[in-house]
């Protein structure tokens, strides 16, 4: 673990931040408010490459799945998996769409409460020890006790400063963070940290909105939903909700959405389903069939008129992306995080 105030260096440009102690590279530098490309800050998506030119590094995940022996050979590393352990020169490019919308905070929260929503997706609340402003659609980083690695995960609530967060998460099969955090006793303390990520409701864009959920992805797009239909800049706009569950007994979200005043005026909640059976058929209003199929039967060549945000696995933001693409829709539209 690294002791900095190491800086670290920006080839070929005059960008440079220092890096706090135990923070990693990725966040330090977001935290001084540069553009550093990233995703999904847990090591999978390999977007927070860099490569080292000078000085020395430790990784805190070397397996991690986002780097292949490939890149480890031409020095490169995760900006959100390395620590420097001193003065660094490194060679990336930024990107403007990365630079924080706000100001990556790192405090403790306490567990306040937990209340299930399905079989497997319980909806955890989370007291900070201070405010944390975040936009709709955001995660943060949460850091249990004896848990290897922070896990990703997303506020239902919506966007503001806030005291009290919620997240709404699966309880993966012998998955080690989201067991610990259903074995949680209430009053324990984990570490968290954010707010991160780039798939956050935009206000100024003046165009109908598409949430669409896959299973987990459930809380950004409720928090999305929530920041849109209680905004006054969107007041004009519609807001569609799409759910996709492998089961009838997955579908969950419209009772969170229906509470909201605008949903009766300028609402809509479709779910689909992969997966009905005989047992569990479909209910009244229901499609069967994968969401990126729906959303394209239902709103074709309308699509690229609306402004389009999604969450879930990585094989729907996949089909989806292909949708979108193959219906123009002009991707700064297109605003998603993929739940690896
Ligand atoms: C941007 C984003 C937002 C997400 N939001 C949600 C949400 O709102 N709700 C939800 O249910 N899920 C969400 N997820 C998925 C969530 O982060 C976890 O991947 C999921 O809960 C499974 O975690 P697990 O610990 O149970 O499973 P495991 O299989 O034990 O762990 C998988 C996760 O842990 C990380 N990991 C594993 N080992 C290490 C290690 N040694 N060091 C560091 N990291 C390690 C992996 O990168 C992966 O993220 C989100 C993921 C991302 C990327
Ligand atoms: S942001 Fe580092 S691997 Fe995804």
Not at 37 to 42: A, D, F, G, L
Not at 186 to 213: F, H, K, S, T
Request: proline share 5%; glycine share 10%.
């Amino acid at each position: 673990m690294s002791n900095c105030s190491q800086r670290v260096h920006i080839a070929g440009s005059d960008l440079s931040f220092s890096c706090q102690p135990g923070d990693t590279i990725l966040r330090a530098a977001l935290r001084e408010g540069l553009a550093f490309p990233y995703e999904c800050n847990v090591g999978s998506c390999g977007n927070c490459k860099f490569e080292l030119l000078e000085g020395e590094v430790k990784s805190s995940w070397a397996e991690a799945p986002g780097l292949s022996e490939k890149d480890k050979l031409k020095n490169k590393w995760l900006g959100c998996q390395t620590h420097a352990l001193g003065d660094l020169q490194i060679k990336l490019r930024t990107a403007d769409k990365y630079k924080p919308v706000h100001t990556p905070l790192k405090t403790e929260g306490w567990l306040r409460g937990s209340r299930p929503i399905t079989h497997d997706l319980s909806e955890f609340r989370f007291e900070l020890a201070e405010p944390m402003a975040f936009s709709s659609g955001q995660y943060a980083l949460l850091q249990m006790a004896g848990i290897q690695g922070p896990r990703a995960y997303s506020m239902s609530t919506q966007g503001g400063n806030a005291k009290v967060i919620d997240f709404q998460v699966r309880r993966t099969p012998e998955g080690v963070g989201s067991s610990a955090l259903f074995n949680l006793p209430l009053g324990e303390r984990v570490e968290i940290d954010g707010p991160y990520g780039m798939a956050y409701l935009r206000e100024d864009a003046p165009r109908d909105i598409l949430c669409i959920a896959g299973g987990s992805g459930l809380a950004p797009m409720v928090s999305v939903a929530r920041g849109a239909l209680n905004s006054p800049q969107l007041e004009n706009q519609r807001l569609h909700f799409v759910y996709g569950a492998r089961t009838t007994r997955d579908v969950c979200g419209l009772d969170m959405l229906e509470t909201l005043d605008a949903w009766s005026t300028r609402g809509h909640y479709q779910a689909v389903i992969s997966g009905a059976t005989a047992d569990a058929p479909l209910q009244a209003g229901q499609l069967q069939g994968f969401a990126h199929d729906a959303v394209n039967d239902i709103w074709g060549d309308r699509l690229a008129d609306m402004e389009i945000y999604f969450a879930g696995p990585p094989l729907m933001a996949q089909s989806l992306i292909k949708v979108l693409v193959d219906r123009k829709v002009p991707m700064d539209q297109v605003h998603f995080d993929q739940f690896y």
